[in-house]
């Protein structure tokens, strides 16, 4: 029923940026804090950024300050991950999620590789 579609991930430059979307559904989006998560190949996955329900208030990883921006659009059911100045470190598979009654939910990810 639940469902987190990640979308809008691709090979960037350096420098470059990209802006990622997650589409949910099966659940009353506007009720919950939405986050996005990475994971780089042979590393953990980390929190990257967090947005209240009515987008608020944000909070951000220190890796990423001042060039990732969380938002959402409660209308479209929809929460988004502008990346600037990316950077080869950035190189993930990002994934959207949310927490609910101590269950958390997660999509299938969607690759952004930052590379020359």
């Known amino acids: 029923q639940v469902q987190l579609v990640e979308s809008g991930g691709g090979l960037v430059q350096p420098g470059g940026s990209l802006r990622l979307s997650c589409a949910a559904s099966?659940?009353?989006?506007?009720?919950?804090?939405m986050s996005w998560y990475r994971q780089a190949p042979g590393e953990e996955r980390e929190l990257v950024a967090t947005?209240?329900?009515?987008?608020?208030?944000?909070n951000y990883a220190d890796s990423v300050k001042g060039r990732f921006t969380i938002s959402r659009d409660n209308a479209k059911n929809t929460v988004y991950l502008q990346m600037n100045s990316l950077k080869p470190e950035d190189t993930a598979v990002y994934y959207c999620t949310y927490l609910r009654v101590g269950v958390r939910y997660w999509g299938k990810g969607t690759l952004v590789t930052v590379s020359s």
């Open positions: 947005i209240t329900s009515a987008g608020g208030n944000t």
């Open positions: 099966g659940f009353i989006f506007s009720n919950y804090v």
